[in-house]
């Protein structure tokens, strides 16, 4: 009898589902996906196999990172529309170019600095519907080029002003010139932008030192993973399907 060949294994089902990661210092959402993508690959999925993220977080920013793979990742927009909360410190001390650590700094002269209560009370300006003005150093288009491009070629633009929400702002601590707050806010909301504006209204210098995303929606950073606890092979079982969400977000 001639040699029948063995029969030719079912393809692997593309991944699907929702991977809740906290970002580390220095790695860009991007590059987070890419780190997934991988991992997916080496357990089986095409090498397409689309990875993405329902709200970018700067390299200088931690915490919750929603990273959506193959048929969920057409929930990215839903995802960042969601609310979203930041634990956020901010010298008052400065200005700089990009809003936060990573630009150069322009100290300001503080003769009295302000007292906790002119804080509280300016704090409470900025909840509501508020118009903010994104720092040069952001993702936004100018004339078809980012900002960010401009800038990175001396040309600092400086951009509109916008509408954004602002939740609910809450006072962790202060103790000159670092003053650290709690941030409930809507889609399009830049907290280096935040930062930069209570610093003018209070008088005094406003950039970020430190941001941490601790919810999107209702993902939250305490059911989150490290990239380094993520195996170097991923498979489905590593996913939470679509359907077995408790999320709310519709879909």
């Given amino acids: 009898m001639p040699d029948v060949p063995p029969p030719t294994p079912a393809p692997i089902p593309t991944p699907s589902g ?14 987070v996906c890419r780190r997934v993508r991988w991992r997916l690959v080496q357990g089986g999925a095409p090498k397409r196999v689309k990875v993405g993220h329902g709200g970018t977080l700067d390299p200088l920013a931690t915490g919750l990172l929603v990273v959506l793979v193959g048929k969920a990742t057409p929930l990215c927009d839903q995802v ?5 909360e930041y634990l956020t410190t901010i010298d008052l001390s400065a200005f700089s170019t990009t809003d936060d650590a990573e630009g150069e700094r322009t100290p300001v002269s503080v003769t009295s600095p302000p007292g906790e209560n002119d804080v509280r009370s300016t704090l409470e300006k900025f909840v ?16 078809g080029q980012r900002a960010y491009d401009l800038a990175r070629a001396g040309n600092l633009v400086e951009l509109p002003a916008r ?13 000159w010139p670092l003053l650290s707050i709690r941030v409930l806010c809507g889609k399009g909301t830049y907290i280096r932008s935040l930062a930069r504006d209570i610093g003018t209204a209070l008088g005094v210098g406003g950039y970020l030192t430190a941001l941490r995303r601790t919810r999107t929606a209702e993902f939250r950073i305490e059911n989150a993973r490290t990239l380094q606890s993520l195996p170097d092979v991923m498979t489905q079982a590593d996913l939470t399907a679509v359907g077995d969400l408790d999320s709310g977000i519709e879909h």
């Fill in 18 to 31: 929702i991977l809740l990661i906290d970002k580390p210092l220095g790695p860009t959402s991007m590059d």
């Fill in 80 to 84: 960042m529309l969601g609310e979203k």
């Fill in 128 to 143: 509501g519907v508020i118009q903010q003005r994104p720092p040069a150093f952001s993702a936004m288009k100018v004339d």
């Fill in 163 to 175: 509408p954004v929400t602002i939740h609910a702002i809450a006072l962790e601590s202060y103790a």
